[in-house]
């Protein structure tokens, strides 16, 4: 059998950067020795969730991929323990900001650098005001364990990403993530929204995800918002196999049988009968009959 | 509120395609009764699921739209009732043989007809013996309750179709189904891989899903199938809202808060941070990297 053993960590972050990586580095140790080659991380865990507010001292943050401190810390971590370990973080490319990730292979070496594809912007969630959208387009990672899809957190509600991940390759998906409740709607509680379009993913495209999720309380101008964990791993039929709760620090594991998600890709037949002739609407200009912003719809 | 108020019905199906008619019209009574708008029928009613065999006195069971007398029934019925009443039968067009679907409207009227774009083929399926790829692409019908995206069966497996429907305007995604055991795996049961990629279309696209399932035990020449029923109404979160067993005949029946989708759709954003440029993978042809039948893979 070929298996890859998948973690993922869930920790609470704070405006002390390295108090956090040695919180991270005590975790991945332990994934490793649980027998993790893969070990998911969280959304911009260097620091607080700071898009809960728009503050312009925040764009001195972000750091080129080139001189980094964190990065190059976790290169020597991975290739120590000899994990595979996706790194996200605030980037500077000159006078461009992006939202991004450098995928550590188990070697030490970075394989590859995607940066999020695509950016949300709600209450608490002001990312348009700090990033670019990405210009990598998805990206699928030749690891130590396989080849890795990685998209950012909400790139996770997207389909089109981890169809077009898993058609060029991807082995496993692999989702860091920053969500938790809604400054504008308090009640709203969206968890098990998320886990089940992850787990569709996973099921449509017979292909494992491991999504890894903030914790914690963050205090920003105006309020808190309560990031949710429930980190999970979902097996090649979207099953979970993993999943941690919503408040403490925690690493999940999974062993994950590519073996059979192969057997079960060819059986299965999904991709066989693909008709990409058909699937025009997904490339083309948002049609004028969607329901939804920034649409007239001349037909309700 | 804008209510859909929509129903699936799951019943067993003989030789006797009257009798499953009559069946499934107490069903349609039970459900406009209980105050549906719409009547989620499974595919292919009228017989048994005679794909479990290659036979081919099937082909002349197949008949044209002009000359049905299973669709003209309903049609009276579906006018009687004021329901929508997707109708799944196995045409004829000329040489041509497809899985198709009548869209009856609550006045009797048909307003489209869809031919399914994804076949299958495995043990018990044999699908693309019986049926050409349809030449339709995917539709989205107007009817008296919204716009009704009808996917067939295996169509159900594809993100790129709902999707597509959604880009195309719907309201609401119907999934009539014919799925059960599979005679060459005995002890492989799909039901929660098939309800949960689903759900993620229903979660992902912010829309509603109903599929209708068959139920029963159809002997095949190579020995039998069992339909697993479990047919399911998922909110757009992709939550269950009701659900089937997996052996009874039954009627399901849920509210479906379409404002509340609309609100959903706009407040949530995913259809305004789509990028379509980077989406390419999906319609391009089959990348030679991925792991799965009839693509080499030089890269392993």
């Given at each position: 059998m070929t298996a890859l053993i998948a973690a993922a960590v869930q920790i609470a972050c704070t405006n002390a950067t390295e108090a956090n990586l040695d919180r991270l580095e005590a975790r991945i140790g332990e994934a490793a020795s649980r027998g993790a080659g893969l070990v998911v991380l969280q959304e911009l865990?260097?620091?607080?969730?700071?898009?809960?507010d728009m503050d312009e001292r925040w764009f001195a943050a972000a750091r080129p991929f080139d001189d980094h401190a964190g990065i190059a810390r976790f290169r020597a971590l991975a290739k120590r323990l000899g994990v595979v370990l996706p790194y996200s973080w605030y980037e500077r490319d000159g006078d461009r900001l992006f939202n991004s990730l450098a995928m550590i292979d188990a070697d030490g070496r970075v394989v590859g650098r995607y940066r999020k594809s695509h950016i949300p912007d709600s209450h608490g969630y002001y990312e348009k005001y700090y990033f670019s959208p990405g210009d990598t387009g998805f990206m699928v990672h030749e690891t130590a364990v396989g080849r890795v899809g990685a998209g950012i957190c909400w790139d996770q509600w997207f389909p089109e990403a981890a169809r077009a991940m898993v058609l060029m390759g991807a082995d496993v998906l692999v989702y860091p993530t920053a969500i938790g409740s809604e400054p504008s709607t308090p009640g709203w509680d969206s968890r098990d929204h998320w886990q089940r379009v992850m787990q569709g993913h996973a099921g449509a495209n017979l292909t494992p995800v491991i999504a890894a999720n903030r914790i914690g309380v963050e205090k920003g101008r105006a309020g808190e918002m309560t990031f949710y964990g429930s980190s999970f791993i979902a097996d090649f039929t979207g099953r979970k196999v993993a999943e941690a709760g919503r408040v403490d620090e925690e690493v999940i594991v999974a062993n994950l049988d590519l073996d059979a998600m192969r057997e079960a890709r060819r059986s299965w037949g999904v991709f066989r009968d693909r008709r990409p002739e058909l699937y025009g609407a997904l490339t083309g200009?948002?049609?004028?009959?969607?329901?939804?912003?920034n649409v007239s719809n001349p037909a309700r």
């Open positions: 865990f260097e620091a607080p969730y700071f898009c809960q200009p948002k049609p004028r009959a969607l329901d939804c912003p």
